[in-house]
Nanobody
Framework: QVQLVESGGGLVQAGGSLRLSCAVSGGTFSNYAMGWFRQAPGKEREFVAAISKSGGNTYYADSVKGRFTISRDDAKNTAYLQMNSLKPEDTAVYYC????????????????????WGQGTQVTVSS
């Protein structure tokens, strides 16, 4: 059974940084394209960032472009989301997701495509 566990969330002041981790177990990490999503109170879940199986392609939501960086370490079965210059509007529960996509260079933006999800980690940015 594939499991995804996020960590690294917390409370940070505006302008600060956090790095989220997503540890994957029970499957072959290198087979998955990975993504990060977030959901703020009263809002729908939204796409944040995605990375291909190969790690060579990434894609970001406009709202985080230039501030967030997605990466992966296949040796550690872990995906990361480095978040810099955080803003209060980044406050949300952040979820990682894995997609068993066969194409090594494709990034996945749609939440409906993802096969596995973590339980989420809270990020709170104070002003």
């Amino acid at each position: 059974q594939v499991q995804l566990v996020e960590s690294g969330g917390g409370l940070v002041q505006a302008g600060g940084s956090l790095r989220l981790s997503c540890a994957v177990s029970g499957g072959t990490f290198s087979n998955y394209a990975m993504g990060w999503f977030r959901q703020a109170p009263g809002k729908e879940r939204e796409f944040v960032a995605a990375i291909s199986k190969s790690g060579g392609n990434t894609y970001y939501a406009d709202s985080v472009k230039g501030r967030f960086t997605i990466s992966r370490d296949d040796a550690k079965n872990t995906a990361y989301l480095q978040m810099n210059s955080l803003k209060p509007e980044d406050t949300a529960v952040y979820y990682c997701a894995a997609d068993r996509i066969p194409l090594p260079t494709k990034v996945v933006v749609s939440s409906e495509r993802y096969d596995y999800w973590g339980q989420g980690t809270q990020v709170t940015v104070s002003s």
